[in-house]
């Protein structure tokens, strides 16, 4: 026969074996019926539809300088790759990203265990803590979603990352704009100093032939004075020229994260206006700007949170299962048991979460018609100011300017010659420049129009645009799974 010791530690044996089973088959429940109960519950998640991501194109050091004479296409290429504002807002897809993956998490299940009792008189001999009677406790808790949250979760997390995307685009076609603005104007302002240099010179030659008639009594001093208060006029605003190249230097050179360089900064080409972008205005709904595919995107999300918020109201369970240890000689042995948890919707129905999505929908909607119709406002704007500075800058290049330039080289002739006076030859020189200075104007204007033009009228065939089409082309899928 067995002694009480002994059969007291057998029991105790066998408790210890039946507790280790049933933990490994709670454990293995905790992975295997989160799963199973999902695939009964939820439908298969959404394919995250393809976002705004950078094209494959040649990788530009960022940290190393370029030449400082720089062409369009290397600008184009830097500002895409070294831009410091797109940078950022390509970081913000990594926060997105993670935002998919967070949404198609199932809940994880809860396991608890612990001492429910412990006898300090009760149990297997009377000397070592460790021989009396224990009860032991294990539990698993797992909850289950209902109404198809984690399907609306990660279509609303794939919207969003949508709209992020296209407002990467967005922040793409800004900066492309801004370089464009910058580029017009660092061309100009060299332009302007190269006009202001050669008036300078040619009032230098007119002061100069003026000096020689003064010495020769062919001309009086008064005269050569007003020659002179021209001169340094001219000189006057060729310095105010040298100050906005150096100023237009920086402004681009910031663009491009060019600082150091700034001082050297140089434009080898004017603005690459090729052929005219189309003149007809395009629908709201069938334009393609990137803010605009960013809103559209955003409304979608908007839409997925109403309905998230409306499967608020499905109620979900929680399944729980527990092994509970009472040692005899008081208690019972091992014992199972199973729990289900239902909320009660007794205070409340999610009513104000419901309210808050669906204003937060209206929101987003009225915000998308609001830039949409500005949108077709900006269109009709932008080409009737590039229209009439193209009839400005034609009419100039074509009929005044060849005129004046007439008009001051036959003054010039007959003021060396001693046939014209020195009021007339001044007269001329000041009606060039100021003509010179309004074409130079009036191209500048143009340019920005014929920029601002391309930047809003952006359609499905736009993506070939040279310019501004690269803004489109980011449409490679992001590398986002949902497992």
Same mark, same amino acid.
Request: charged fraction near 25%; hydrophobic fraction near 45%; proline fraction near 6%.
């Given at each position: 026969?067995?002694?009480?010791?002994?059969?007291?530690?057998?029991?105790?044996?066998?408790?210890?074996?039946?507790?280790?089973?049933?933990?490994?088959?709670?454990?293995?429940?905790?992975?295997?019926?989160?799963?199973?109960?999902?695939?009964?519950?939820?439908?298969?998640?959404?394919?995250?539809?393809?976002?705004?991501?950078?094209?494959?194109?040649?990788?530009?050091?960022?940290?190393?300088?370029?030449?400082?004479?720089?062409?369009?296409?290397?600008?184009?290429?830097?500002?895409?790759?070294?831009?410091?504002?797109?940078?950022?807002?390509?970081?913000?897809?990594?926060?997105?990203?993670?935002?998919?993956?967070?949404?198609?998490?199932?809940?994880?299940?809860?396991?608890?265990?612990?001492?429910?009792?412990?006898?300090?008189?009760?149990?297997?001999?009377?000397?070592?803590?460790?021989?009396?009677?224990?009860?032991?406790?294990?539990?698993?808790?797992?909850?289950?979603?209902?109404?198809?949250?984690?399907?609306?979760?990660?279509?609303?997390?794939?919207?969003?990352?949508?709209?992020?995307?296209?407002?990467?685009?967005?922040?793409?076609?800004?900066?492309?704009?801004?370089?464009?603005?910058?580029?017009?104007?660092?061309?100009?302002?060299?332009?302007?100093?190269?006009?202001?240099?050669?008036?300078?010179?040619?009032?230098?030659?007119?002061?100069?032939?003026?000096?020689?008639?003064?010495?020769?009594?062919?001309?009086?001093?008064?005269?050569?004075?007003?020659?002179?208060?021209?001169?340094?006029?001219?000189?006057?605003?060729?310095?105010?020229?040298?100050?906005?190249?150096?100023?237009?230097?920086?402004?681009?050179?910031?663009?491009?994260?060019?600082?150091?360089?700034?001082?050297?900064?140089?434009?080898?080409?004017?603005?690459?206006?090729?052929?005219?972008?189309?003149?007809?205005?395009?629908?709201?709904?069938?334009?393609?700007?990137?803010?605009?595919?960013?809103?559209?995107?955003?409304?979608?999300?908007?839409?997925?949170?109403?309905?998230?918020?409306?499967?608020?109201?499905?109620?979900?369970?929680?399944?729980?299962?527990?092994?509970?240890?009472?040692?005899?000689?008081?208690?019972?042995?091992?014992?199972?048991?199973?729990?289900?948890?239902?909320?009660?919707?007794?205070?409340?129905?999610?009513?104000?979460?419901?309210? !808050?999505?669906?204003? +937060? @929908?209206?929101?987003? %909607? *009225?915000?998308?018609?609001? &830039?949409?119709?500005? /949108?077709? #406002? $900006?269109?009709?704007?932008?080409?009737?100011?590039?229209?009439?500075?193209?009839?400005?800058?034609?009419?100039?290049?074509?009929?005044?300017?060849?005129?004046?330039?007439?008009?001051?080289?036959?003054?010039?002739?007959?003021?060396?010659?001693?046939?014209?006076?020195?009021?007339?030859?001044?007269?001329?020189?000041?009606?060039?420049?100021?003509?010179?200075?309004?074409?130079?104007?009036? !191209?500048?204007?143009? +340019? @920005?129009?014929?920029? %601002? *033009?391309?930047?809003?009228? &952006?359609?499905?065939? /736009?993506? #070939? $645009?040279?310019?501004?089409?690269?803004?489109?082309?980011?449409?490679?899928?992001?590398?986002?799974?949902?497992?």
């Amino acid at each position: 026969m067995m002694t009480p010791l002994v059969r007291a530690l057998v029991d105790v044996k066998a408790s210890v074996r039946t507790t280790a089973l049933v933990l490994t088959l709670l454990i293995a429940g905790a992975v295997l019926l989160p799963a199973q109960a999902a695939a009964q519950v939820q439908p298969a998640p959404p394919t995250v539809s393809p976002a705004p991501a950078m094209t494959d194109a040649p990788s530009v050091n960022c940290a190393a300088q370029p030449s400082p004479e720089l062409n369009w296409p290397l600008a184009q290429q830097r500002l895409a790759q070294c831009n410091r504002d797109f940078r950022l807002a390509l970081q913000s897809l990594r926060a997105a990203q993670a935002d998919v993956q967070i949404a198609g998490q199932r809940p994880n299940p809860t396991l608890s265990t612990g001492v429910g009792q412990y006898s300090t008189t009760v149990g297997a001999g009377s000397g070592a803590p460790f021989d009396k009677q224990v009860d032991w406790l294990a539990r698993l808790d797992q909850p289950i979603e209902r109404g198809n949250k984690r399907d609306l979760r990660v279509q609303a997390a794939s919207q969003s990352l949508r709209a992020a995307g296209w407002s990467a685009a967005d922040m793409l076609r800004q900066q492309q704009l801004a370089l464009a603005n910058a580029w017009i104007d660092l061309w100009g302002a060299q332009e302007k100093t190269r006009l202001q240099r050669e008036l300078t010179a040619l009032y230098r030659n007119t002061y100069d032939s003026a000096q020689r008639r003064l010495k020769a009594g062919d001309i009086a001093a008064s005269d050569v004075a007003r020659i002179d208060l021209d001169l340094q006029r001219a000189e006057t605003d060729r310095i105010a020229a040298n100050s906005e190249t150096v100023r237009a230097r920086f402004v681009l050179a910031s663009l491009l994260a060019m600082e150091p360089q700034a001082p050297q900064l140089k434009v080898v080409s004017p603005w690459p206006a090729s052929e005219p972008a189309s003149a007809t205005i395009i629908p709201a709904g069938d334009a393609e700007r990137p803010d605009l595919q960013a809103a559209r995107a955003q409304q979608a999300a908007a839409d997925s949170q109403a309905e998230l918020a409306r499967s608020l109201q499905t109620r979900d369970i929680s399944i729980g299962l527990q092994v509970d240890r009472f040692a005899p000689p008081t208690g019972f042995g091992t014992t199972l048991g199973a729990y289900v948890s239902i909320p009660l919707f007794i205070n409340h129905r999610y009513e104000g979460e419901l309210a !808050r999505a669906e204003a +937060d @929908r209206d929101f987003v %909607a *009225a915000a998308r018609a609001r &830039l949409e119709q500005q /949108a077709r #406002a $900006d269109q009709q704007r932008l080409l009737e100011a590039r229209l009439g500075a193209r009839l400005r800058r034609e009419r100039l290049e074509r009929e005044a300017l060849p005129l004046a330039e007439k008009v001051v080289t036959n003054a010039e002739l007959a003021y060396r010659k001693g046939a014209g006076n020195v009021l007339e030859l001044i007269d001329a020189l000041r009606q060039l420049r100021a003509l010179q200075l309004e074409a130079l104007a009036v !191209r500048l204007d143009e +340019d @920005r129009a014929d920029a %601002a *033009a391309r930047a809003e009228m &952006l359609t499905a065939t /736009a993506a #070939a $645009d040279p310019i501004f089409g690269e803004s489109l082309r980011l449409s490679q899928p992001l590398p986002v799974s949902v497992k």
